[in-house]
């Protein structure tokens, strides 16, 4: 609550689960923080469906409506798998997860949740979602081989966004003229590089203005680390892109012309 200066543990977990006759405590996954309280959270943990606190985690109450979507390796470290939900980073109501069961949406902050718009998932590729922090009820889906798919009205109806021919991730940075507006990145391969025969993938930037897909990575030999897992726009330096990688560390890149 003070900017990262201090942490304290939290005051409870949520509770014991039993699961094919073991016993699973809130081990791993991912807990997220709402953007507009910072005592709303949901932790999906190791085996367990999602939890939602109010109350800084002194008290948990168990979701519903995601038990029949998911299951328990859904939120534990395995390749993309951790990137499978997120929260709306502007309206605090939404949270937003894809299994293989299709994509869901909650409403009221987590306690229960619906089945969304159709994504298209179609092959074996993880799919990752990811939320604009500019623009509420703006979600995108990255689906590998299957493109990329963004939905503006809270996850309830899905288009592709055009001229990409594979998406792996997928991110939001900071506008060249409004640091609360967003450009959009995605590391994969654009169709135009596609067609010229280009099949190594790199980050892009989704140029708002004109719509082109800027390679940002003009080396078309190699992959970028091991295996790129993570993908993060620059809040405050417009044109710069941040990118983790499987064992090979933080890579950085920035436009040439910003």
Known sequence: KDGGKTWSDLPSHPP???????????????LRIAPDNCDHMVWIG????????????????????????????????????????????????????????????????????????YVGWEDGSLPLVKTDFAKAGHVCVALGFNGLRCSIDYGQNFTTVENINASRLVGFGRSKSDPKQSVMYYFGISQKDRDAGIMTQAPYQIDPSSGDHIRMDTNSTYMLGKGPQLLRGDRQTYGRIYIGSEGRGVYFSTLVDS
């Open 16 to 30: 014991l689960v039993v699961t094919n006759g073991y016993t699973w405590a809130a081990l791993g996954g991912q």
């Open 46 to 117: 190791l085996f367990q469906f999602p939890y939602v606190t109010k109350d800084g985690g002194k008290t948990w109450t168990n979701s519903t409506g995601a038990q029949q979507a998911i299951t328990g390796y859904a939120w534990e470290w395995n390749g993309a798998n951790w990137h499978q939900w997120a929260n709306d980073r502007v309206d605090g109501n939404y949270w937003y997860f894809f299994w293989y069961s299709g994509f869901f949406v909650s409403s009221d902050g987590g306690y229960s949740w619906h089945s969304g718009g």
